[in-house]
């Protein structure tokens, strides 16, 4: 039952990938990202303008953000097949996977207040909209220590069929690095490390994206060899 519970928990990822995609798509801040440079006014007229595109786009982000956690539980479950001497591994993936989705999920309810109250004073609107892109961009140091803790319990799994290939270890590492300049995107106004930079919007969201399908195929195969031996068990 528990391995049933496992494949529909699974099988929601293609909703929660629609969900993200559209969400993407619908903010209007996103294609193009705005920019860090626009004034007060600017950004004031940003909201009045889509008001009800932000509106909505930031309601689907919020349900992507906590559907994306029951699927990260499944790596984790996964890593209880892995040949470690202690489970405080496992525990970090927990605390990385439950806080990076959350810290997402702030910086669309700054894009909410936002939108909240078109009429208010440009300035906290524009402060809203900072506190929103700064949340959003800088907040990966819980997706760094998701990819790397990941990556040393795959290297730490000693046995002759690990739960995980190796290369997906050092995949990890790969999108670790890749995410770490969108930590600086707060020291910036343009250039590639700004928040609509391509190192720290494109690059980031890009590794993001790659991750899930990457993890998804490879979570995969290792509920399929899960049940196999189930089976051979029973």
């Known amino acids: 039952m528990s391995r049933s519970g496992e494949?529909?928990?699974?099988?929601?990822?293609?909703?929660?990938?629609?969900?993200?995609?559209?969400?993407?798509?619908?903010?209007?801040?996103?294609?193009?990202?705005?920019?860090?440079?626009?004034?007060?006014?600017?950004?004031?007229?940003?909201?009045?303008?889509?008001?009800?595109?932000?509106?909505?786009?930031?309601?689907?982000?919020?349900?992507?953000?906590?559907?994306?956690?029951?699927?990260?539980?499944?790596?984790?479950?996964?890593?209880?097949?892995?040949?470690?001497?202690?489970?405080?591994?496992?525990?970090?993936?927990i605390g990385a996977a439950g806080a990076a989705p959350i810290a997402f999920l702030t910086s669309t309810v700054f894009w909410l207040i936002a939108a909240f109250r078109p009429d208010r004073s440009p300035a906290l609107t524009q402060m809203c909209n900072d506190l929103a892109w700064i949340t959003f961009t800088c907040g990966v140091p819980f997706l760094i220590g998701l990819c790397v803790f990941v990556a040393v319990a795959i290297a730490y799994d000693d046995q002759e069929q690990p739960v995980f290939p190796r290369w997906v270890g050092r995949f990890n590492l790969v999108i670790a690095l890749a995410l770490v300049p969108a930590c600086f995107a707060g020291l910036t106004l343009d250039g590639p490390f700004a928040w609509n930079g391509f190192v720290s919007f494109w690059v980031k969201n890009l590794a993001i994206a790659l991750w899930i399908v990457v993890m998804a195929v490879v979570l995969r195969q290792a509920m399929d060899r899960d049940r196999v031996v189930a089976g051979a068990a029973a």
């Open 7 to 93: 494949r529909v928990i699974f099988w929601t990822l293609p909703a929660v990938a629609v969900i993200w995609i559209a969400a993407f798509l619908l903010f209007p801040g996103f294609v193009p990202p705005m920019s860090p440079k626009a004034s007060a006014a600017e950004v004031a007229a940003f909201y009045r303008d889509h008001l009800s595109r932000v509106r909505y786009s930031m309601i689907l982000f919020n349900w992507f953000c906590v559907a994306l956690i029951p699927i990260l539980m499944l790596l984790v479950e996964r890593m209880r097949g892995m040949a470690h001497r202690t489970p405080v591994l496992r525990y970090c993936v």
